[in-house]
């Protein structure tokens, strides 16, 4: 391990566990909640990170002028990636980390980093949970980025990034042997789109069936929402904002004081499965490419497997 390397890997936790277990080099979290908001096509680096910037101050996810000032330093890094030796990618098998493993190595190709030169550390166990002989453990078992990891790392990011939801289907349903994990990342993706039956995404029906448990603390209801994920992948602060969402607008299916939330009658109704909240309360959400708007968008059929819109299943 060199001091000419650059570590990086999904946020500020795992950096600093990073640091304490001594991984020599240059340290780098990147962040950002890519399965929420816009992360449009055709931008430089540089471009998409003030959208993305602009778009978590905008839940609350920070100060847009340091969310700024944070991703430009970030990005500054990335750019002269070339003047380290190595590079190696620190990352979990969650939706959160695939979907930066995809940014991240799709950058790394344009910026003209040559296979060899990029290794990754993959784990199905979270980083912040290994105590620091089993991180040290993980680093010899690293693997080095093939040319065709490159290319298919940069055609599932140009997936996620597309306005056409369908474009992600082949990578929800076909195994990547250099990406083992994003198969599963990409099938949650889908999973948060409205579902035909109610229009909730699963994260927004993991949060209220949380909280028509009984009344609990903020803490509490995010414990109860992430028991229900095979790979929990959400932040407090993302699902906070979900909760946000869900006790607001013009039909809100949570009401009550915070801390005190209950289901409203139609979140009673929603989460029985007797009435579509899309039809209450358009839709205005962005995942990747997809702006997803009105009371009929694209929709996840959960049945089948695949998209498609309220009308057609109507029809």
Same mark, same amino acid.
């Given at each position: 391990?060199?001091?000419?390397?650059?570590?990086?890997?999904?946020? +500020?936790?795992?950096?600093?566990l990073l640091k304490k277990a001594g991984v020599l080099g240059t340290?780098?979290?990147?962040r950002d909640v890519l399965h929420e908001g816009p992360v449009p096509a055709g931008l430089a680096l540089e471009a998409q990170s003030a959208v993305r910037a602009d778009y978590l101050a905008s839940r609350g996810f920070g100060n847009a002028i340091k969310l700024r000032h944070d991703f430009a330093k970030r990005?500054?890094?990335?750019? /002269?990636? /070339?003047d380290f030796e190595?590079?190696?990618?620190?990352?979990?098998?969650?939706?959160? +980390?695939?979907l930066q493993i995809l940014q991240i190595l799709t950058q790394l190709r344009a910026d003209g980093i040559e296979a060899g030169r990029v290794s990754l550390v993959q784990t199905d166990v979270y980083l912040t949970a290994l105590t620091i002989a089993e991180l040290d453990a993980l680093y010899p078992k690293r693997r080095t980025v093939?040319?065709?990891?490159?290319?298919?790392?940069?055609?599932?990011?140009?997936?996620?990034?597309?306005?056409d939801p369908m474009a992600l289907l082949p990578f929800a349903r076909e +195994?990547?042997?250099?990406?083992?994990?994003? /198969?599963?990342?990409?099938?949650?993706?889908?999973e948060e789109y409205p579902w035909m039956?109610?229009?909730?995404?699963?994260?927004?029906?993991?949060?209220?069936?949380?909280?028509?448990?009984?009344?609990?603390?903020?803490?509490?209801?995010? /414990?109860r929402a992430q028991a229900r994920e095979e790979a929990p992948f959400l932040g407090d602060a993302s699902f906070a904002a979900i909760v946000r969402d869900l006790a607001s607008g013009p039909a809100p299916l949570l009401e009550g004081e915070e801390d005190a939330l209950v289901p409203s009658v139609l979140g009673r109704r929603v989460l029985a499965g007797d009435a579509d909240w899309l039809a209450f309360a358009p839709c205005d959400r962005w995942i990747g490419g997809v702006h997803l708007t009105g009371s009929a968008p694209v929709r996840w059929d959960e049945l089948l497997r695949t998209f498609n819109s309220r009308e057609a299943a109507v029809q």
């Open positions: 391990m060199s001091l000419n390397t650059l570590q990086m890997t999904n946020g +500020d936790a795992a950096l600093s340290h780098l979290a990147w990005d500054a890094v990335v750019r /002269r990636a /070339r190595e590079i190696v990618l620190w990352f979990e098998h969650d939706l959160y +980390d695939q093939t040319e065709s990891s490159f290319a298919y790392a940069r055609r599932a990011w140009d997936a996620f990034v597309s306005d +195994d990547a042997p250099q990406l083992p994990h994003l /198969r599963a990342g990409f099938a949650r993706l889908c039956h109610d229009g909730l995404s699963r994260s927004q029906r993991a949060a209220l069936a949380a909280v028509s448990t009984g009344p609990a603390r903020s803490d509490e209801l995010f /414990r």
